[in-house]
């Protein structure tokens, strides 16, 4: 069964430094979404991405934050200086159609860690 | 920001008890969706639902989309210790506004004991 796969699983990383984290969509899929869940909080939407372009982010997505699809495989979360509260688990998903009738397929997450 | 309330936030129940969850909201969604996540992995879809009335069954668990669109709810029957998990429901922003995301509930986070 396709699914959707992210690396690394686990980073830490010192405040202040940049951290890339690594998603392959399912192939046939064409919206991209990063979601992150700090712990015991709820799962927020970062972005979401259609057509090589950002479609929508949320406030949390400033821009410290910045996305790509490099190579048509690939798409990645970049966080250009980390802070202490970007500690979360960062979920990828992809979907074939639009959040409203589309089922989103998640990745099994990248843990952050800033210290 | 739509914010969607999920109740209770815990629950433990015995083995074969029945239950309710809660999502509740003021804002009118496209879609409902819940969501199962297990520690350390990804949400993971149970059902959409898209009319308001709406009702779907999956095997002992019944979802129910409120008739203005604004709530749903997930029952389950006789529940079981492989029931335990967080349950998340998602709503999808009304079409017009050409959003595409999904905003996730507060979450249920639920123990069935054995």
């Known amino acids: 069964e396709p699914e959707v796969t992210q690396t690394p699983s686990h980073q830490v990383t010192q405040m202040g430094q940049e951290v890339i984290l690594r998603c392959v969509p399912i192939s046939n899929h064409l919206y991209f979404y990063w979601y992150r869940q700090i712990l015991g909080q709820k799962v927020e939407f970062l972005v979401s991405?259609?057509?090589?372009?950002?479609?929508?982010k949320s406030e949390i997505f400033d821009d410290q934050f910045s996305v790509e699809r490099p190579d048509g495989s690939n798409f990645t979360l970049k966080i250009r200086s980390t802070k202490l509260e970007d500690s979360a688990m960062y979920f990828c998903a992809s979907s074939k159609a639009r959040v409203h009738t589309g089922e989103l397929f998640f990745g099994e997450g990248s843990r952050l860690t800033v210290l | 920001t739509q914010l969607l309330e999920q109740s209770p936030q815990f629950l433990s129940i015995q083995e074969g008890e029945n239950l309710t969850v809660y999502c509740n909201s003021s804002s009118v969604f496209s879609s409902l969706q819940w969501y199962r996540q297990e520690p350390g992995e990804g949400p993971v879809l149970l059902v959409t639902?898209?009319?308001?009335?709406e009702v779907k069954k999956l095997k002992r668990l019944t979802f129910q989309f409120g008739d203005a669109r604004k709530d749903s709810s997930l029952h389950i029957t006789a529940a079981q210790p492989g029931d335990t998990g967080l349950y998340l429901c998602?709503?999808?922003?009304?079409?017009?506004?050409?959003?595409?995301?999904?905003?996730f509930g507060t979450g249920t986070r639920l123990t069935v004991i054995p």
């Open positions: 998602a709503g999808a922003p009304i079409l017009q506004t050409g959003a595409n995301n999904l905003f």
């Open positions: 991405f259609y057509n090589n372009e950002i479609s929508e």
């Open positions: 639902v898209v009319t308001g009335g």
